[in-house]
Each structure stands twice: as C-alpha cells, then as structure tokens.
C-alpha cells in the first residue's frame, strides 16, 4: 500500500501511540477525518470474560452514539441479534456496508442498525490479535449511501493492522479482573 494513502495525521498519531484513553479519544476525530465520515466508533472487547468499552467521536450532537462509562459485559445474544458481530467472531476481514437499505438477506439485522445506530453506509473492521477478536472499528456516514473507494479500503486495512496491538495491550491493562 502507498503511504500517500494513510493521511499524516493518522501517521503521527500511530508513530507516537499507545494503549490509552488518550490515544483513542485523538483516534476517533482523526478517523473520521481520514474517511471522510461524521462518527467512528471503536468497540473493545476482552474476548475471554466478553465484556466491552467503547471509544467514540462524531462531529454533530444528532449523530452522538450512548456510550456507557468502564467496561459492560457483552450481550449474551449479541451473535445471535447482529449477524454482523457474528460474522466479526468468524473473520477478521472488514466488511463495506455501501447502505444499510439495500444489504444482501442476512448481512445485517436492518431493525438494529435503524434504531441503535442510526447510520445509512458503514465500514465494519474487525480488529484481531493472536486470532482473537479486541475490537471493531466502525465509521459511518448517515444521510446518504456511500460507496467505499480502494483509498477508504487501504486506510481501512492500515488501520486494522496497527489498532491490533493496540487493542489487546489496553484491553490487558484495562478489562476488569
């Protein structure tokens, strides 16, 4: 992949990043910028006790998604209500989501992205260490479909790849016990 690719801003934040509260809440804004989107979200998981924490920055109060404080324990049905979330489980590679309206059968659960995130087009980038799931990162736009170009998909891997160590170093230092 070029490096021309992956923005300066993302670039210099990953040069000098680390496992913290700091590092993600200065991710998030600099994700939305690199992709062109009004909100990214950055769900961490501890995959042994199934418990999450979430990151997240959106540029408008109407886009704002409710983020509990600390860590809570992930849906015992979560797999089965979002197809997504099971498909993250089983493969660690992104998935585009052009418009939430117009997914293939079984994609999605439409229900539960029209009421718990509002957004019209998504990226859904699961985010691996050691063959684990720690995390999914999703950005996304709301008025409009979209269609992710090769750059979105570049930075998107980019992403993917340097946010796995990252993950699992601060889900280690920060899930509960």
Known sequence: MAAQTIPS???ALFAGGSASDGFLEALM???????????????????DRKMLHTHGWW???EQAHPIEDGWSAE????AEDDPLFAEALRNPAALYIDDIEGAAP???????????YRHRAFIHAPIYRDGRLYGILEPCVF????????EDRAITAWLQERLAPIAAEYVAANAPR
């Open 9 to 11: 801003e993302l670039r």
């Open 29 to 47: 804004p600099a994700v939305c910028d690199a992709l062109a989107c009004a909100r990214s979200l950055l769900f961490l998981r501890e995959p």
């Open 59 to 61: 540029r408008r109060p």
């Open 75 to 78: 849906p015992a049905t979560i």
């Open 106 to 116: 079984g994609v999605l659960n439409l229900e539960l992205e029209r009421a718990h």
């Open 143 to 150: 008025d409009r479909p979209r269609e992710w170009s090769p």
